[in-house]
């Protein structure tokens, strides 16, 4: 079955405590993609990859890092998560482009206290 | 950050009107795509655009690229309780660089 999956899908934790939020695709897609969702304020891109060792910043990049070792991992990571932070979070790949169906992964849903 | 505007940003309608919601910018993007979101669930997309004065229908669903590539609108035609959940644009200058969100249109239908 295609599918985005993502882990954890719910973390509650502390200012400053380093942690990340896996992302795997099954569908060899090259694009992949971070976003958090916030009320009132739609999805915003947090990085993009285009393919294995290609990422590039999205819209809402400040503290947050991402790596593409392989094509279909794609770790988000907070190095010193704020409150500012708490959001929901999803990850997606696509084939070629975001045109193409974007596969999303089922949110993780995060707090920092 | 670049911005879409997207409106209304909800809707309460019965069932069988039609549905009309758009996305403005200041900037001119080249792709167009609309998604629905369903409570709990990602987005998933109903219709991409990537030409300037494109009509795409997909079922209900029938979408427009604006002539000035600042713009596009999603009409959902007699609508049914399943139409509900929110309904995202978004916009790209590359089909594979940055993605940009609207806020979201909310919309309630009621039997």
């Known amino acids: 079955e295609a599918q985005v999956t993502q882990n954890p899908r719910y973390l509650i934790t502390v200012t400053g405590k380093k942690l990340t939020v896996t992302c795997s695709q099954n569908?060899?897609?090259?694009?992949m993609s971070w976003y958090r969702q916030d009320p009132g304020l739609g999805l915003r891109q947090i990085y993009y990859?285009?393919?294995?060792?290609?990422?590039d910043k999205g819209d809402v990049p400040e503290g947050y890092k991402v790596s593409r070792k392989e094509k279909r991992n794609f770790p988000l990571i907070l190095e010193s998560p704020s409150p500012n932070q708490t959001s929901l979070y999803f990850c997606a790949s696509s084939g070629t482009d975001w045109g193409e169906t974007q596969y999303f992964g089922p949110g993780t849903r995060l707090l920092v206290l | 950050g670049q911005q879409l505007n997207q409106s209304p940003q909800s809707m309460f309608i019965q069932e069988g009107e039609d549905v009309s919601m758009n996305c403005t910018s200041s900037?001119?993007?080249?792709?167009w795509l609309w998604y629905k979101q369903d409570p709990g669930e990602g987005p998933v997309l109903l219709i991409a655009?990537?030409?300037?004065?494109e009509l795409t229908s997909n079922g209900r669903l029938t979408a427009q690229f604006g002539i000035t590539r600042k713009d596009s609108f999603l009409n959902i035609s007699a609508s049914i309780p399943s139409d509900v959940g929110i309904y995202f644009c978004?916009?790209?200058?590359?089909?594979?660089?940055?993605?940009?969100f609207g806020q979201g249109t909310e919309l309630s239908v009621k039997p």
């Open positions: 900037s001119i993007f080249n792709t």
């Open positions: 569908m060899n897609h090259e694009y």
């Open positions: 655009l990537y030409k300037a004065g």
């Open positions: 990859s285009m393919n294995v060792e290609v990422t």
């Open positions: 978004a916009a790209t200058r590359n089909q594979g660089g940055k993605l940009i």
